[in-house]
């Protein structure tokens, strides 16, 4: 079975500085990795995802992540983070073509302090 | 229709009692899911549907939960004989394959008195 490790439940950080949410998987022959943000009182919004190809993956509101296979991560990063990115953000992963179950991280609160 | 749409978008009712929850997903996902996310919790899978086939179940946590979906339309998550444990926000997402990016609705709010 997936499994996905989010290894930081908060991470506090002040504006313009950069930011990493950290996400490892479990591994499996082949993998399709999500990043998803969910602001106060919505769903979740999908950010980025690895498919294939390119290990790094560009995603809205300037976020960027990268599949690294060897560690088994896909940590996303932001150069320069804004208050408006304050929110609660979810990695997930799903084993690959054919596979219809996401497996989700218990997610990271990313607090933006002015 | 422009994205999933749930409702009630809040709910709150009296242990013991049953509860209906709406999902309407995008016109043309053939995939449909709901999810649970209890206060401070990621995300648990509860069911999948996936046009005609068989649900996939396996995400129920008891038998007072069960769903069911109407072609590749709306879908119901039925909550029997609510307990306070039940309290969370309900997900439901669409998709139009598997392992593609699931749209999420903004979820329904139960609350168990």
């Known amino acids: 079975a997936q499994s996905v490790t989010q290894l930081d439940s908060q991470v506090p950080v002040f504006e313009e500085a950069p930011v990493e949410l950290r996400c490892n998987y479990s591994?499996?022959?082949?993998?399709?990795l999500f990043w998803y943000v969910q602001y106060p009182n919505q769903g979740l919004q999908l950010l980025l995802k690895?498919?294939?190809?390119?290990?790094l993956v560009k995603g809205i509101n300037g976020f960027e992540a990268e599949f690294n296979k060897s560690q088994t991560s896909f940590h996303l990063r932001k150069p320069s983070v804004h208050i408006s990115d304050t929110a609660e953000y979810f990695c997930?992963?799903?084993?690959?073509?054919?596979?219809?179950?996401?497996?989700f991280g218990k997610g990271t609160k990313l607090s933006v302090i002015p | 229709g422009a994205g999933v749409s749930q409702s009630p978008s809040n709910k709150v009712t009296e242990k013991g009692k049953d509860v209906e929850l709406r999902c309407d997903p995008i016109s043309g996902h053939t995939a449909l899911y709901w999810y649970r996310q209890r206060l401070g919790q990621g995300l648990e899978f509860l069911i999948y549907f996936q046009g005609n086939s068989a649900p996939d179940k396996s995400g129920l946590p008891s038998d007072r939960f069960s769903a069911e979906r109407t072609g590749e339309s709306v879908s119901t998550l039925t909550i029997q004989r609510t307990q306070q444990e039940d309290s969370a926000v309900y997900l439901c997402a669409s998709t139009a394959r598997p392992a593609e990016t699931q749209y999420f609705g903004p979820g329904t709010r139960l609350l168990v008195l």
């Open positions: 690895y498919l294939s190809g390119s290990t």
């Open positions: 591994s499996s022959v082949s993998v399709y």
């Open positions: 997930a992963s799903s084993g690959g073509a054919g596979s219809y179950q996401l497996t």
